[in-house]
Each structure stands twice: as C-alpha cells, then as structure tokens.
C-alpha cells in the first residue's frame, strides 16, 4: 500500500518546500525506498506555460510536454526521475476538469461543490499518480502559503486523505521560517507557531516541523517549535543555509529526519548509500578551477528565471572540477550601449539561453555575433540556436535583414519561420512543439563527440524552427547542421568547425542534467572554456 508526504509552507512563500521535498525524497531514496513527487499549485492558470518568467520561475517541461512549475525540475535532478505532466496539479487543471464533468452531466442531480466535488478530484489526480509510478512514497508538495484562500481546496483535500489513508500512511511535514533579528541575533518561531496555528485551524495537524534559518536553531528555538507545534523534540529539524541545495539532504540526514520518516511511516529500508551524492556534494564544494560565463538573456533580472540552466552548469562544473561564476546580463543593455560588447572579451564563455519575441533580439544576436569572430566559446539554447541561425546568415551568408518571422514578419529572408503545423493554432496554452522527441546526430561532428551515440532524446519547448528553404546557403557559408530531426526536416543541432567551441540546440538540454550525469552540451561548453583558459588548446572530449 502506497504511503503518502504532504509538505505544507509557512510564513512566506519561495521558504524552500521544494527543496525539502526533494530532500525528503532523497533520503528515502538512498534507503532503497521508490519514490516518486507531485507539486499541486493554487494558481487558476492550467500549466505554468502562458506565465512570464519573471511571475513563477521557469517553464519546466517534462518527457510528455507538460509545461510545469520549476519545482518538479528539483524533484528531477534530486531524484533521477523522469516525471509526467501529471506530476503538476494546478487549480485550473481541477477546476476544468469539475465542470466539464458537470456540463457532461456526469453530477447529474447534484449541487457540484468544492466539497466534495473539487477534493474528490485533487485526491483522484494524486492516486493516480501513485498507482502510475507504482512508488513506495508519494511526495505531495503544497503550493503556496498557509493562510491563502487559493490553496484552500488543496489543505482540505490531504486533510482528507489522512482519513482515508490512515495515519500510519500519511506524513505532514510543515516547513516555516524562523527569522533572526539582525540587532540581538534572537530566533523568532512566533511567525512559524502563527502557521501552525493556520494548519491545525483547518484540521492538520504537523508530524514534524523543518524550521527554514539562515543558520541551525539552537535548543530553545527547537524547544518552543515543539512545544508550541505539540510534536516532539526529535520531531523539529532545521533547513539551514548551505553553500549549495545539494546538502540539504545530508543535513537533514545527520539531524535524523531520514530515521525519523522511515519509522513513522514504517516503511522497510536499507542503510542509506550517500558515496555518490557526498562525492558530489565535496566536488561542488571544493573545485580545482574556475570560469566566468555570461548569461545573455531577457529575464535576467530573476535567476529563478534559469533554474534548470544554472544547475545544468553547476553538474557540469563538478564533471570537470570547475566552480562556474555565471554573470547575468539583460540583451537591451547592448542594444542601448553597443560599447560595452567589448566586455564580453572578460568571460571564458558566451552563453544565450531560451526566450521569446523581439525584446532583447538584438542584443543577443550582436552577443553571438561577438563569440564567434572573437572565437569565444559559444553555447545557444532554442532562441539562442534560432539567433544563431540569424546572425550567421546576416553576417556570414550576406543575406541583408534576415530575422525570425517572429521578430520580423516582412523579413525578405526568413531564415527562423513558423512551423508548418502552427499556422493555424490560436490557443496559446500547451499549443508548442513540446516534450521529448527523437535527434539523429551526425558521425564526425562535434555534437557527436559530446553525445557519443548517433540517436539522441531531447525535450523541446518552440513555435519556430530553421527554414528548410535557406538551408543550403547557411550549410554553403560553413554552417554544420549536426542534428537533425527523424524526418530530416528540423534542424536540431548547429556547430562551426572552424571555432574553439561553437554549438547551439534547438532542444533543451538542461532538463536531462543530474548531478553525476550532466547533460553533454553544458559539459563541453564548460569543458571547453575551461581549456580555453588554460592553455589556449583545442578542446578533447
């Protein structure tokens, strides 16, 4: 019988809950226990696919192409998972699904309620995917902040499901701030008994309590929790701050909250195997050298923005026992200031991730177009392979105003168009060519170098893709398509032989990284840059 965690948040939101929950996870994991995450969010949105950036964080896409929140890309990497767009439960999903089900008649005769109507289908989604994933565990992260009206459903629902389940398979685990006064340096738990206090008034009561602070409590903060939460001593455990998210379940571990969960739940385990992770954890945390990269980007005003980038690039780092110092830079500032192009020459490597429509265009495109005739190295994800595209056939084909329709509709040489297929789509939601699909790599290029196989899976999250009618001239300029779709019809990969290091993807390679595995563009960009730096020589892979 499936056991299920529910990790509730207090105090404020972005307090580490997803974190945790992987954190959880991983300890449960290392004992040999299958797990497996769900995050449900309180947002009316369906998917976080029609959300700016800069509003959630990250569009996280998943094998099947669901658009997702940045949190189960934490649940990935922890855990080597790969989830379904089921593993996200939104408001708006729930919702629509209810009153589709009422305008089928399928409630015929009854008055649709949000109890039980919208519970019952909060708790039949979360069922689902444990008896998909067959796991053990079922980690259930709360979206949102005790106390707001929007993630009421979502309480009620796990409330529910602890009657239902029984309380020897069901865990609440509640993660508050403790804050410190900057003047005397006291712990406050009075915010985290306020958001305790929120719970048990709507019927939960926490099994154990993680106090998120900047450094660990003392025994009279984990005194008060306690007593004031009504669960015992060895039931409080402390998120501190960490050089890096990758500790988090080995201090967790070592306070005895993996102990704790296994025997609460009683759940058969092993003793837990951490070599892997501590080895690297201990690499994270003791490089041998170090680079600068730049980030050439439109959200980078909010890192959250490149959740999956940045630790696509630290996995990478560890891989070759390199901290990566990232630098982010908003494309404008280069349109407004083309003078400070120059500044680009203080950073081992180029880097320009995803984005869409003109803001920023120019920027990026004069940025790649500084990488390469300074013959810095240079990676480009999805905008940044179709500004590559741009930028090659402006400066290096001739072709004068060459652009993305999607940027420019009157463009005399679309080089970047519309998808065949997307012409007549109006809807804007989970309308994109997403999800993994199948790449052919070409034998005797670098692509093929770093993927070492001649078929590759990647996810993908785009409208517009390399023209067909314009890839003749790129390829005469010098422009190597190194992957290809199955059909042959959608460029994928593109590199510059002639270059230290110059590639770009179409796909999104950030979302298969894991700690020990990390994905095998952002290793050789940082593999790269890094021989760059020390001795100038043409990178071996």
Sequence with gaps: MAKYIFVTGGVLSSVGKGIITSSVGKM???????????????????????????????VYVTIDGGETDLDLGWYERFLDL????????????????????????????????IVPHVTNEIKRRIRYVARESKADVILTECGGTVGDIEGLPFLEAIRQMRLEEGFENTLYVHVALVPILDVT????????????????????????????????????????????????????????????????????????????VRDRLQ??????????????????????????????????????????????????????QTEVSMKYVEAESFEKHPEKLVTLKDYDGIFVPYGFGPRGSSGKIAAIQFARENDIPFLGICYGFQLAVVEFARNVCHLERADSTEINSSTPFPVIDLMPEQHNVKAKGATMRLGSHKILVEQGTLAYSLYKSEEIDERHRHRFEVNPLHIPTLEKGGLVFSGKSVDGRRMELLELPGKFFFLASQFHGEFKSRPDKPDPEYYGFVKACLDRKLEGSKVKL
């Design 82 to 113: 790969n989830l379904t767009m089921n593993s996200n439960v939104t408001t708006g999903m729930v919702y629509q699904t209810v009153i589709e089900k009422e305008r089928r008649g399928d409630y015929l005769g009854h008055c649709v309620q």
């Design 28 to 58: 449960l994991q290392t004992r040999g226990v299958r797990v497996t995450a769900i995050k449900v969010d309180p947002y009316v949105n369906v998917d976080a696919g029609t959300m700016n950036p800069y509003m959630h964080g990250e």
């Design 185 to 260: 340096g006291e712990m406050k738990t009075k915010p985290l008994q306020h958001s305790v206090n929120e719970l048990r008034r709507i019927g939960i009561q926490p099994d154990t309590i993680v106090a998120r602070s900047r450094k660990m409590i003392d025994a009279e903060a984990r005194r008060k929790i306690a007593l004031f939460g009504t669960i015992p001593d060895d039931a409080v455990f402390c998120s501190y701050n960490v050089k890096t998210v990758y500790e988090v379940p080995l201090i967790l571990d070592v306070q005895g909250m993996g102990e704790f």
């Design 267 to 320: 759940v058969p385990t092993r003793e837990p195997k951490w070599s892997t992770w501590k080895g690297f954890v201990d690499t994270v945390l003791e490089p041998h050298h170090s680079i600068k990269i730049v980030l050439v980007g439109k959200y980078a005003g909010l890192i959250d923005s490149y959740v999956s980038v940045n630790e696509a690039f630290r996995h990478a780092g560890a891989k070759c």
